[in-house]
C-alpha cells in the first residue's frame, strides 16, 4: 500500500551527479553521517535514469536533509523511508520499487536504487597533535574511523599537519567528544606536558571511554598512576588505562611507536559497536 502523501523537505540543489559525489566526499572528510542513493536500473517510464544520486542525512525537518533526487513524488518518499532505515541499521542494500504499484505513479516503470550507509565507524580521539600523533593519524586514515586530534596550540593541530582529521582546539570539547559515545571510543592521551596529561585522564576516568591509552615509559605509567589514585580516582580504573600504549616495542622513531599505536587501536576498535 502506498504511503500518505508527505510534503518533500526543502533540498540542498546540487547541479550534477558529479557534484553530489563531491559533496558526499567533503561530508566524509567532515565526519558526516549520511545515505547515498543510486539508481542503479531503470526499466520502462520512470522519472530519473540509472545513475541518477541523492543523499540524505539527518536534519531538523522529519524528512531529513536531502541534496540532489532520484525522482521526486510518492516514489521518493518510500526512498526516503528506507534511506532513514539503512542510516539507522548502519547498512547497504538494494531496494526494488514497482511505480504503479508501490508508489502509485503512472508512469508504471521499475527502479532499482542502491542505499550506502557512510559514516564513522568508531571514534578516535588523540590528545596531542605531536610528532606519534602525526603519523598515528595517517596510518588510521584508511580505516573509516571518526579521528580527533585535540591540542590547544593551533600551529601543530593544523588542517596541513593532520589533513583527514577533525580539529579540536580547546580540551573540554575534546572531553566532550568522548562522552558523547563512550562504548565506541577510543583515547589516547600523548601531549606534551605530564601535567595536561595528569588532567585529562583524571577528567576521562570520570565517565572513562571503552579504551584510554597513555604514551610513556614505565616509570612515567607509575608516577601518573600513583598521581591518580591519591587524586581520588578508583585503583581499579586507573589500572584499565593501557600505558606503554600499543602492541610493543617497534623502535623509538615517531613512525615506528605509531605503528604499534595504530596496531592496538585497530585491534581494539573491532571489538566495539558502531557509533
Same mark, same amino acid.
Not at 520502462?44 to 540509472?50: E, F, I, L, V
Not at 603519523?135 to 574511523?145: D, F, K, Y
Not at 577533525?166 to 565506541?184: G, K, M, P, Q, Y
Not at 583524571?202 to 608516577?223: M, N
Given at each position: 500500500m502506498a504511503a500518505p502523501w508527505r510534503a518533500l523537505p526543502v533540498r540542498c540543489l546540487v547541479s550534477s551527479d558529479l557534484d553530489m559525489l563531491l559533496a558526499a566526499a567533503r561530508m566524509g572528510d567532515e565526519g558526516t553521517a549520511f545515505v547515498l542513493l543510486t539508481v542503479v536500473s531503470a526499466k520502462?517510464?520512470?522519472?530519473?535514469?540509472?545513475g541518477a544520486k541523492m543523499i540524505w542525512k539527518p536534519g531538523p525537518s522529519p524528512e531529513g536533509e536531502l541534496m540532489g533526487t532520484v525522482g521526486g513524488g510518492? =516514489?521518493?518518499l518510500l526512498a526516503l523511508d528506507a534511506a532513514r532505515r539503512h542510516f539507522e541499521r /548502519?547498512?547497504?542494500?538494494?531496494? /526494488?520499487?514497482?511505480? !504503479?504499484?508501490?508508489?502509485?505513479?503512472?508512469?508504471?516503470?521499475?527502479?532499482?536504487?542502491?542505499?550506502?550507509?557512510? !559514516?564513522?565507524?568508531? /571514534?578516535i580521539v588523540i590528545f596531542g597533535a605531536g610528532h606519534v600523533a602525526?603519523?598515528?593519524?595517517?596510518?588510521?586514515?584508511?580505516? !573509516?574511523? @571518526?579521528?580527533?586530534?585535540? @591540542? @590547544?596550540?593551533?600551529?601543530?593541530?593544523?588542517?596541513e599537519r593532520f589533513p583527514g582529521a577533525?580539529?579540536?582546539? &580547546?580540551?573540554? @570539547?575534546?572531553? &566532550?567528544?568522548? %562522552?558523547?559515545?563512550?562504548?565506541?571510543?577510543?583515547?589516547v592521551v600523548m601531549t606534551c606536558s605530564h601535567d595536561t596529561d595528569f588532567d585529562l585522564l %583524571? %577528567?576521562?576516568?570520570?565517565?572513562?571511554?571503552? =579504551?584510554?591509552?597513555?604514551?610513556?615509559? /614505565?616509570?612515567?605509567? &607509575?608516577?601518573l598512576f600513583g598521581r591518580l589514585v591519591a587524586s581520588g580516582a578508583s585503583a581499579e580504573a586507573v589500572q584499565a588505562i593501557h600505558c606503554p600504549v600499543g602492541v610493543g616495542d617497534c623502535g623509538k622513531e615517531p613512525r615506528l611507536v605509531a605503528v604499534s599505536i595504530a596496531a592496538q587501536l585497530l585491534q581494539v576498535a573491532r571489538t566495539l559497536p558502531r557509533l
Open positions: 520502462g517510464s520512470t522519472p530519473r535514469n540509472a510518492q =516514489f521518493e /548502519r547498512s547497504c542494500g538494494m531496494e /526494488r520499487y514497482v511505480l !504503479g504499484a508501490d508508489a502509485d505513479q503512472c508512469c508504471g516503470g521499475v527502479m532499482e536504487v542502491f542505499f550506502e550507509y557512510h !559514516g564513522p565507524s568508531r /571514534r602525526r603519523e598515528l593519524v595517517h596510518l588510521l586514515a584508511p580505516a !573509516g574511523h @571518526d579521528v580527533i586530534v585535540a @591540542d @590547544d596550540r593551533s600551529d601543530w593541530n593544523s588542517k577533525r580539529l579540536v582546539h &580547546a580540551w573540554d @570539547d575534546a572531553i &566532550a567528544r568522548c %562522552r558523547e559515545a563512550t562504548a565506541s571510543t577510543l583515547a %583524571r %577528567r576521562l576516568l570520570e565517565s572513562p571511554p571503552a =579504551f584510554t591509552g597513555l604514551i610513556g615509559s /614505565r616509570s612515567k605509567r &607509575a608516577c
